[in-house]
């Protein structure tokens, strides 16, 4: 069975700072993972994903994330936070031999991000 | 090109009723997940159809189903509800084969009382 586990319910961080979002997986296979940004009263949207090959990925908004095999970790990062990055943001992983596809989900408890002008 | 819709986006039951939600997918989309969201238990997967067939199912009661017509709308169904059903209902629909981002809709806030 695959888990998600994000360290940290709540990160404040002050606008311009550094946004570091820990994510640690467990997976028997090879994962595919995924991190959603969700506002409030809002659906989720996806923020970047790690399928194959580089393992540091780019995503939208600034942030990105790399893929560590060894540390089972893929850790959310952007160098340097905007109020309107104030959401909370999920980390996801979803196996890899399932036909290819992505259709189940698996996510972490989800970590609210404050930023503090 | 309109995203994933949910309807209704808010719903009030009392306990023992049941409810129907519904969601339409992106154009061209064939697979169509449903997600609870808690403050508890966090996001959980529900089910997934493809092409009107359930392909996977999470670990929920059989008072939860779902279904998915012809041209990829796909509602669920809560039967008997109880106080623990309230959540944020999600759906998510994706192209379905190979590694394609789900897009989720605004979800469906059920309150039971």
């Known amino acids: 069975a695959q888990s998600v586990t994000q360290l940290g319910s709540h990160v404040s961080v002050s606008e311009g700072a550094l946004v570091l979002l820990r994510c640690n997986y467990s997976s028997s296979v090879p994962p595919y993972l995924f991190w959603y940004v969700q506002y409030p009263n809002q659906g989720l949207q996806l923020l970047l994903k790690?399928?194959?090959?580089?393992?540091l990925v780019k995503g939208i908004n600034g942030f990105e994330a790399e893929f560590k095999k060894s540390e089972t970790s893929f850790h959310l990062t952007k160098p340097s936070a905007h109020m309107s990055d104030a959401a909370e943001y999920f980390c996801?992983?979803?196996?890899?031999?399932?036909?290819?596809?992505?259709?189940?989900?698996?996510f972490g408890k989800g970590t609210l991000l404050t930023v503090n002008p | 090109k309109a995203g994933v819709t949910q309807t209704p986006r808010y719903l009030i039951k009392t306990r023992g009723q049941q409810v129907t939600l519904s969601c339409s997918p992106i154009?061209?989309?064939?697979?169509v997940s449903w997600y609870q969201q808690t403050p508890g238990q966090g996001l959980q997967f529900l089910f997934e159809?493809?092409?009107?067939?359930?392909?996977n199912k999470g670990n929920f009661p059989g008072r939860f189903s779902g279904r998915q017509f012809s041209n990829s709308r796909s509602e669920m169904n809560v039967s008997t509800l109880e106080l623990g059903d309230s959540a944020l209902y999600l759906c998510a629909s994706s192209f379905g084969q190979g590694v394609n981002e789900q897009f989720f809709g605004p979800g469906t806030r059920l309150t039971v009382l």
């Open positions: 996801a992983v979803s196996d890899s031999t399932s036909g290819g596809s992505n259709y189940k989900l698996t």
């Open positions: 790690y399928t194959t090959g580089a393992t």
């Open positions: 154009s061209g989309h064939r697979s």
């Open positions: 159809y493809f092409s009107e067939t359930q392909r």
